[in-house]
């Protein structure tokens, strides 16, 4: 089984910063991709960032040169640093990991957590 924990969301005010993390743990093989998605009322689920098991990256246009994802093999964790915090970044943010385990490959999500933005 595979679990999914997503820490550092919060309210802040615009122009703030905040730092999500996402820890994978359990039987695990490997893990390739992992990414970040939102979702704010009304709106679309959104890919926000995403990184290769080669850390390369990819980004949606909203968030380009104020988002970073970045990844710790060693701890099984994805980050997502955000700077520049504007109203229209808040959202649910979910993080999503490819897994490989002893008897399945799948993408798992984590539970999810706000992020508010105050103008």
């Known amino acids: 089984q595979v679990q999914l924990v997503e820490s550092g969301g919060g309210l802040v005010q615009a122009g703030g910063s905040l730092r999500l993390s996402c820890a994978v743990s359990?039987?695990?093989?490997?893990?390739?991709?992992m990414g970040w998605y939102r979702q704010a009322p009304g709106k679309q689920h959104e890919l926000v960032a995403s990184i290769t098991s080669g850390s390369s990256t990819d980004y949606a246009d909203s968030v380009k040169g104020r988002f970073t994802i970045a990844r710790d093999n060693s701890n099984n964790t994805v980050y997502l640093q955000m700077n520049s915090l504007n109203p229209e970044d808040s959202a649910v943010y979910y993080c999503?990991?490819?897994?490989?385990?002893?008897?399945?490959?799948?993408?798992?999500w984590g539970q999810g957590t706000q992020v508010t933005v105050s103008s």
């Open positions: 999503n990991v490819a897994v490989r385990t002893t008897v399945f490959t799948g993408r798992y």
């Open positions: 359990g039987s695990i093989f490997s893990i390739n991709a």
